[in-house]
Structure formats: structure tokens, C-alpha cells
């Protein structure tokens, strides 16, 4: 099976991509195109997976730039290939081309950025916590670093949970509004004290909030299509021991 890439008319003409499960050498509750060696997975098959996203983008494997995400909103600005451990961070940037910046999600947002008149780009994982805390207002203050505009960066979120699947309690309600009285129109009532909560359409906000030129979601939603994507949310709710890991990736 060939690899599935969804792409955005925003980021053209760039390389890039958000990878489906599609196409993979992963099997099991992993089957397909599990990009995160964090995983239970077998070493092997990941290493196959991440070689076809590398070929896809046209880079070698070593060019494909992620780090060790901790739901932070620490950025980290990069000019080369990393070597040894990974850095904890949630976000990349970078103005040298031929680097893939990856990020890798099950549920949480993968946002894409790129300027292209200054030949900046970015990529962040964004759940609650993170975008809560400001990683892509960081990633933005980075890029800007490196030469990036605002007003002519765009950003994508690429297939994230969407709001019917993403249950939350009210004391979850309770931290966002205490960040911003606003916050509250991200919020639906659910089943009893249960409530909804609309993570890109949050993610949205705070880019546009943030000054971006254009922002916008693909509107694939992880958790309802799981023959597309992985799900932390879904691997849970079945008992599964596991989950795999999508990979979104951009190259200058």
C-alpha cells in the first residue's frame, strides 16, 4: 500500500506532508506507518516506516528532525541533523534547507508553519497542555528569530481529536477559563458534568490570536477514522496496550 499524504494549498509549494497510518511495515495494533520508536512497536518496523516518510519528503533518515516531546512549550531552533539524545521540546525551527522538522501526534495537534518569502519553517505538538501553555506562540517568537514574519507565516493543524470525541471533566473547563473568561466557547455540554472540548478550533484561536497570516485545520479527526490514524484516546477506550504514533513533517 502507498503512503497517504495529506497536504495544504497554504504550504505549497514546500514539502510537506500529514502522514495517515497508511502504507506502513507495522502490524498488530501498530499496523502501518508507525513513526514513533517510543513505542512498543518493533524497532525494525519503525525504522522501515520513518525511511519511506524520509524518501517521500526526499531527505535521508538522519535529516528528519524531531525531538523527545513533553507536552512543553519549549522550542528548539535547529541548523543540522541531530545527533546522540534527543532534546526535550515541543516545537522545531528552522531556516536551513534540507532538514525535515517532524512532529509526532496521536490525538494532539501537529501544526505546520512556514514563511516562505523569508524561507522559515516550523513544526509543533500542540495538545491542551501545550497550547495552553504557548508553544505555538513560542514557535512563532522563534521563528521571528530566524527572520519570519508574522503576518506572512501560515500555519496548518493536521488531523488532530475533534471536539465530539474529546470528552473532558470540569475541572478541565475550570484551568482554561482561569487562563481567559473566553475559553469557555471551546467548551460543549456532554453527559452529566461531562463537557466537549474543541482542541483545534483552541489551537485556531491561538494562532490567530497570535498575528499568523492564514491558520486553518484539515478537519480529519484521529480518534473517528481508525483506518486513517492512531488514537491515544481510542487505544484506551478499547484496552489496547499500546498505540502508534503519526508522523507531519516539512522541509524547506
Same mark, same amino acid.
Given at each position: 500500500m502507498t503512503l497517504e499524504i495529506?497536504?495544504?494549498?497554504?504550504?505549497?509549494?514546500?514539502?510537506? !506532508?500529514?502522514? &495517515?497510518?497508511? !502504507?506502513?511495515? &507495522?502490524?498488530? +495494533?501498530f499496523s502501518g506507518l508507525n513513526c514513533g520508536y !517510543?513505542?512498543?512497536d518493533q524497532t525494525e518496523a519503525v525504522s522501515v516506516n520513518r525511511e519511506r516518510v524520509a524518501r517521500a519528503l526526499d531527505v535521508a533518515p538522519a535529516e528528519l528532525i524531531g525531538v523527545h516531546q513533553v507536552h512543553s512549550p519549549t522550542v528548539l531552533t535547529v541548523d543540522s541533523p541531530l545527533n546522540g539524545e534527543k532534546p526535550k521540546a515541543d516545537a522545531v525551527v528552522t531556516a536551513t534547507p534540507g532538514l525535515a522538522l517532524t512532529i509526532l501526534?496521536?490525538?494532539c495537534q501537529p501544526v505546520l508553519f512556514a514563511d516562505t518569502d523569508a524561507n522559515v519553517i516550523g513544526a509543533a505538538h500542540a495538545g491542551w497542555r501545550g497550547a495552553l501553555d504557548? +508553544?505555538?506562540?513560542?514557535?512563532?517568537?522563534a521563528m521571528e528569530a530566524l527572520g519570519a514574519k508574522r503576518e506572512n507565516t501560515v500555519a496548518v493543524i493536521g488531523p488532530s481529536i475533534s471536539?465530539?470525541?474529546y470528552e473532558v471533566g470540569p475541572e478541565f473547563l475550570d484551568e482554561f477559563v482561569a487562563d481567559s473568561p473566553e475559553n469557555l466557547q471551546f467548551f460543549a455540554?456532554?453527559?452529566?458534568?461531562?463537557l466537549q472540548f474543541d482542541l483545534p478550533a483552541f489551537g485556531l484561536h491561538r494562532l490567530r490570536q497570535a498575528g499568523v497570516g492564514q491558520a486553518?485545520?484539515?478537519?480529519?479527526?484521529?480518534?473517528s477514522d481508525p483506518d486513517r490514524f492512531y488514537s491515544y484516546r481510542r487505544s484506551t477506550h478499547a484496552k489496547e496496550a499500546d498505540y502508534g504514533r503519526l508522523? &507531519?513533517?516539512i522541509r524547506l
Open positions: 495529506l497536504t495544504s494549498d497554504l504550504l505549497s509549494p514546500l514539502r510537506h !506532508g500529514f502522514f &495517515s497510518r497508511r !502504507g506502513g511495515a &507495522s502490524s498488530g +495494533v !517510543g513505542s512498543s501526534t496521536a490525538d504557548g +508553544v505555538l506562540e513560542e514557535t512563532l517568537d471536539q465530539r470525541a455540554n456532554g453527559n452529566g458534568d461531562r486553518e485545520w484539515t478537519r480529519h479527526c484521529t480518534y508522523i &507531519s513533517a
